[in-house]
């Protein structure tokens, strides 16, 4: 008995050629033809190929290995590789987001010292800002006050307008306003009437053809102003020594200032045949059917022009008094004195007793 040996195989039997090699790897390193397939043969042709025992060198001759493919695999990452990568990309990350951690507490410190600083300047602005508000009342309350000072301590005045300056001395100016008044009161010429102060206003006098300056005149006795005014107002003109003379209350620059000011709301009261009069320091009392209707301030003017049906726009708001102490007004002042002339020497040894000398 011997070895069981192998059984021969027939040619062109189902055994004699292998399976075609299953697809792996070596698939995707086979360059593709882009040559279309051949044709199919006929019948015989392949029966005559079938029929063909399979050669070793027509199955051997499919797919050459590249001689760099197993350098290839080799040089591929492996795992420890990647996790490697992987924990130096986690430490890199890790530490920048560890600094933009530490920038972002950094802004954040500054922003709350920010919002702390903003926090206060907001309380000290609004302190000061309640502060200016009551300053400025108070101002305004202490210009109103100086204002009613100025104009009690101008009751007894007069101005007189229209005089012409044909004066000397103060002496016949005062005559001349004795005359005047002795008139309005339909007294004696030379009748006397007793007079502080009499004086034109402290400006410097104007060239020839200019209006005469106005004469200030302080009577002694409040009484008798009171009549002498109320003699002016009773008259529409008034003739004195061939000129038109008129007779005002004098009252300080403010006051002066503000009625300027209200004269487009005194000229609608006029307009609307509505009686008014003026308050002191600053005020306007209209009188109405319903009532005497008062102003005096800002506040009360919204109000005021209601009830007297007069447009909203006549004035856009009272008269501030720091506004006129404030703005570059000019300000009557006092003529200029012209510089005295400096002694000489030689005049001043000459008037010396024989007595004296320079020396002494």
Same mark, same amino acid.
């Given at each position: 008995?011997? @070895?069981?040996?192998?059984?021969?195989?027939?040619?062109?039997?189902?055994?004699?050629?292998?399976?075609?090699?299953?697809?792996?790897?070596?698939?995707?390193?086979?360059?593709?033809?882009?040559?279309?397939?051949?044709?199919?043969?006929?019948?015989?042709?392949?029966?005559?190929?079938?029929?063909?025992?399979?050669?070793?060198?027509?199955?051997?001759?499919?797919?050459?290995?590249?001689?760099?493919?197993?350098?290839?695999?080799?040089?591929?990452?492996? %795992?420890?590789?990647?996790?490697?990568?992987?924990?130096?990309?986690?430490?890199?990350?890790?530490?920048?987001?560890?600094?933009?951690?530490?920038?972002?507490?950094?802004?954040?410190?500054?922003?709350?010292?920010?919002?702390?600083?903003?926090?206060?300047?907001?309380?000290?602005?609004?302190?000061?800002?309640?502060?200016?508000?009551?300053?400025?009342?108070?101002?305004?309350?202490?210009?109103?006050?100086?204002?009613?000072?100025?104009?009690?301590? /101008?009751?007894?005045?007069?101005?007189?307008?229209?005089?012409?300056?044909?004066?000397?001395?103060?002496?016949?100016? /005062?005559?001349?306003?004795?005359?005047?008044?002795?008139?309005?009161?339909?007294?004696?010429?030379?009748?006397?009437?007793?007079?502080?102060?009499?004086? %034109?206003?402290?400006?410097?006098?104007?060239?020839?053809?200019?209006?005469?300056?106005?004469?200030?005149?302080?009577?002694?006795?409040?009484?008798?102003?009171?009549?002498?005014?109320?003699?002016? @107002?009773?008259?529409?003109?008034?003739?004195?020594?061939?000129?038109?003379?008129?007779?005002?209350?004098?009252?300080?620059?403010?006051?002066?200032?503000?009625?300027?000011?209200? %004269?487009?709301?005194?000229?609608?009261?006029?307009?609307?045949?509505?009686?008014?009069?003026?308050?002191?320091?600053?005020?306007?009392?209209?009188?109405?059917?319903?009532?005497?209707?008062?102003? @005096?301030?800002?506040?009360?003017?919204?109000?005021?022009?209601?009830?007297?049906?007069?447009?909203?726009?006549?004035?856009?708001?009272?008269?501030?008094?720091?506004?006129?102490?404030?703005?570059?007004?000019? %300000?009557?002042?006092?003529?200029?004195? @012209?510089?005295?002339?400096?002694?000489?020497?030689?005049?001043?040894?000459?008037?010396?007793?024989?007595?004296?000398?320079?020396?002494?």
């Amino acid at each position: 008995m011997g @070895r069981n040996r192998r059984q021969p195989q027939t040619p062109g039997s189902s055994e004699a050629c292998p399976s075609p090699p299953q697809p792996g790897i070596r698939d995707f390193f086979q360059p593709q033809s882009g040559t279309p397939a051949a044709p199919e043969k006929s019948n015989m042709a392949a029966a005559s190929s079938s029929a063909a025992p399979c050669s070793p060198a027509s199955s051997g001759s499919g797919w050459d290995q590249p001689p760099d493919l197993t350098l290839l695999l080799r040089s591929l990452p492996t %795992r420890e590789d990647l996790n490697v990568v992987a924990k130096d990309l986690r430490l890199s990350l890790s530490g920048e987001i560890q600094q933009v951690r530490q920038d972002l507490q950094g802004l954040t410190q500054r922003l709350v010292v920010v919002e702390e600083g903003q926090q206060a300047q907001k309380s000290t602005l609004q302190a000061h800002s309640t502060q200016l508000t009551l300053h400025h009342h108070l101002f305004h309350a202490l210009a109103r006050q100086v204002e009613d000072l100025e104009n009690r301590g /101008r009751r007894h005045n007069i101005r007189v307008r229209g005089l012409p300056e044909s004066e000397k001395d103060p002496e016949e100016l /005062r005559c001349m306003l004795t005359r005047l008044f002795n008139m309005l009161l339909h007294n004696a010429h030379e009748a006397p009437i007793e007079m502080e102060r009499w004086h %034109r206003a402290l400006r410097p006098k104007g060239p020839p053809g200019a209006p005469p300056r106005d004469i200030i005149c302080c009577i002694t006795r409040f009484g008798m102003k009171e009549r002498i005014m109320e003699q002016a @107002r009773g008259k529409s003109a008034i003739r004195f020594e061939g000129a038109k003379v008129e007779l005002y209350q004098d009252i300080s620059q403010l006051t002066l200032h503000t009625r300027r000011v209200l %004269r487009p709301l005194t000229a609608a009261l006029q307009q609307g045949g509505l009686q008014y009069r003026w308050l002191y320091p600053s005020g306007i009392q209209v009188r109405t059917p319903h009532g005497p209707v008062t102003v @005096r301030n800002t506040e009360e003017l919204p109000n005021f022009l209601t009830l007297l049906e007069l447009p909203p726009d006549i004035i856009p708001a009272w008269p501030d008094p720091i506004q006129f102490y404030t703005a570059d007004l000019p %300000r009557p002042q006092r003529p200029l004195r @012209r510089p005295r002339r400096p002694i000489r020497q030689s005049s001043r040894d000459d008037n010396l007793p024989p007595y004296c000398s320079q020396d002494t």
